[in-house]
């Protein structure tokens, strides 16, 4: 037997954010309600746990004192842009997809495609999503590999290899200052954690659309959203919008600091733009590809239901008006045999023009525009302002 519903869980509605140790936590200490309220006091406290105590401590260099520092703290594009631009987007994108979410998932039951007879079923998919959300044990595991992989992966690879304020190399050996030690062990520990949790969340929402995709749901394949009534789905990627740009200021610091300080050019970035764009499009539209398989069988169905149909249908009019002698009682002007013929070509077009997901090509569009624009500015340091603004009119005009 399933457990009983909270008041944030109706059968047609997933708070895939109201939930985990962390959440209860910030209740608990005020920084947050049962609807994500207090958002503001959020991203204030998180941001100045992170950042402050680095700009206090940048003041003691440490070890690194008497170094050639070629990267101060107030002059460091990664750390300011990471604390005081993308954490807070991670923080406003929980709101943002919280209220976005809940008209996205309830269309699944209002528009039909879950029938009554279904409902049961995918009310125990939305159970089995929450208590999955609800894990203790997912949130441990999180933390330590913020501590093991998380850990490695910042200080090898996304780093200035260059005396900073963080931490000077004496013998190829790093050594942290004051300032450093925090911002290794608590500031990256915490935006990371926040990060991942993300990632678990994309996951948990990834799930549940696979499960939601195995049910018999009820497709139609003239639907005029062109997506068998899927179409609604595609406003899950406006919700998305906070992540992508989070993701595109934290690759947008990371570039700015090895541009200026290791005298590297954008265009050395490449690789990294677009396996960012990769990872956007996957996280955002992969989830909804599941339901290609679906999508597919409707359209393949729908085109010779409506096929035969119209055969039917067309046949009939050509014996009415053309082969037997046509109606006298009746004339073609005005006739409503023309606008059903119309119509039926138009239904019989519907189907074939189907696609295979449920978005298109403007969302996967608008989610690299979206993930790149932090990354724009970053072309003034290979062209000046006023050749992008011509550039960009060239393209648009």
Request: with cysteine.
């Amino acid at each position: 037997m399933n457990p009983p519903l909270d008041k944030n869980q109706q059968p047609d509605n997933l708070p895939l954010v109201l939930g985990g140790p962390l959440f209860q936590l910030l209740i608990r200490a005020r920084l947050c309600t049962d609807t994500l309220g207090l958002v503001r006091r959020r991203v204030i406290v998180f941001s100045l746990f992170a950042w402050m105590p680095l700009l206090l401590l940048s003041y003691f260099p440490g070890e690194s004192a008497g170094d050639d520092i070629k990267v101060p703290f107030l002059y460091d594009f990664e750390v300011h842009t990471r604390f005081l631009l993308s954490l807070p987007l991670l923080l406003v994108a929980e709101l943002v997809i919280h209220q976005r979410f809940r008209p996205v998932i309830q269309q699944f039951v209002k528009s039909g495609v879950v029938s009554p007879e279904i409902l049961p079923r995918f009310q125990a998919i939305i159970g089995s999503a929450l208590r999955l959300r609800n894990s203790v044990l997912i949130e441990v595991m999180l933390i330590i590999l913020v501590f093991t992989a998380g850990h490695y992966l910042w200080l090898h690879q996304a780093t200035v290899q260059t005396n900073t304020w963080v931490s000077v190399f004496v013998d190829g050996q790093r050594h942290l200052s004051p300032a450093g030690f925090w911002y290794v062990y608590v500031s990256i520990p915490v935006f990371q954690f926040l990060l991942y949790r993300w990632l678990f969340r994309i996951f948990i929402w990834a799930r549940f659309l696979w499960q939601v995709s195995r049910l018999d749901l009820h497709l139609v394949p003239t639907h005029p959203d062109r997506a068998g009534g899927l179409g609604f789905l595609a406003e899950s990627v406006t919700a998305f919008v906070p992540l992508l740009m989070a993701l595109g200021v934290l690759l947008a610091g990371m570039i700015a600091n090895k541009i200026f300080y290791e005298g590297l050019m954008l265009l050395s970035f490449k690789q990294e733009i677009i396996a960012t764009v990769v990872f956007a499009l996957l996280f955002t539209l992969g989830p909804l590809c599941v339901f290609a398989s679906k999508l597919t069988h409707t359209k393949r169905q729908g085109a010779l239901e409506y096929g035969a149909l119209a055969s039917s249908y067309v046949q009939e009019f050509d014996r009415k008006w053309l082969r037997d002698p046509p109606p006298q009682d009746e004339k073609l002007v005005g006739s409503s045999d023309i606008q059903s013929l119309n119509d039926m070509a138009g239904s019989f077009s519907v189907v074939q023009g189907m696609r295979l997901f449920p978005f298109d090509k403007a969302a996967v569009l608008q989610t690299a525009v979206v993930t790149l624009m932090p990354v724009l500015p970053l072309a003034l340091t290979m062209i000046s302002l006023e050749e992008l603004i011509k550039t960009l009119l060239g393209i648009l005009l």
